[in-house]
């Protein structure tokens, strides 16, 4: 089945630095999603990316279809980005969606 | 914007107890989820629910039962929970029984079994 591995497992960095976060997957993918979840729990959609570059915000996410990847990018971290960023892929022809065990971020002032 | 909304935040109970966890979505969508966040943050599907008829049951213990009244609500319940069901609980809903409709998130269930 969908293998989703993410690195780092975890990051630390200052207020200001930039973020990169990877996500690799096993098997061909038509849908990939970024999550947020706060240090409180709550699980909130990024933005979905199957495919090219997405920006929102201070986010960049680039997906390589052929290559199985995909990064999420933060640009000028702030301290309320700490948190787990989660990628997560739904397999071809099924409603099952398949996590990561996500990144670890903490953003210190 | 909160459009899935689970009750209660947080639950404890003692090995043995039943529970019930609710979970009612807003946006009109078809489907929605369980899965369980277990201590490493991973999530794992328990049930999916498409028009009230259960189309994905992982392996889940028979314990375990999702109810559904209507397409907005997805509650779930543990006849005799166990210590190994302490964990959080999150509720989704999607648009469609599709692969690429995105998934929209409750706050979670927060359950603490002693």
């Known amino acids: 089945g969908q293998q989703v591995q993410q690195s780092p497992a975890s990051l630390v960095l200052q207020e200001g630095e930039n973020a990169e976060l990877q996500c690799n997957f096993s098997?061909?993918?038509?849908?990939l999603q970024w999550f947020y979840q706060s240090p409180g729990g709550s699980l909130v959609s990024l933005l979905s990316n199957p495919s090219g570059t997405k920006h929102t915000g201070r986010l960049t996410s680039t997906t390589v279809t052929k290559e199985r990847r995909s990064s999420l990018h933060i640009s000028s971290s702030q301290t309320t980005d700490s948190g787990t960023y989660l990628c997560a892929i739904p397999p071809s022809n099924t409603n099952k969606v398949v996590f990561g065990t996500g990144t670890r971020l903490q953003v210190l002032p | 914007e909160t459009a899935v909304f689970q009750t209660p935040n947080y639950h404890v109970t003692q090995v043995g107890n039943e529970v019930s966890f609710n979970c009612k979505q807003t946006?009109?969508?078809?489907?929605m989820y369980w899965y369980k966040q277990d201590s490493k943050k991973l999530l794992k599907i328990m049930f999916s629910y498409n028009n009230k008829q259960l189309i994905v049951n992982e392996t889940v213990p028979r314990r375990f039962s999702p109810q559904s009244s209507d397409k907005a609500h997805l509650n779930l319940r543990i006849k005799s929970v166990e210590p190994e069901d302490s964990a959080v609980y999150l509720c989704?809903?999607?648009?469609?029984?599709?692969?690429?409709?995105?998934?929209?998130f409750g706050a979670g269930t927060r359950l603490s079994v002693l």
């Open positions: 989704a809903s999607s648009l469609y029984w599709a692969s690429q409709n995105t998934l929209y």
């Open positions: 098997s061909t993918a038509t849908q």
């Open positions: 946006l009109g969508h078809d489907t």
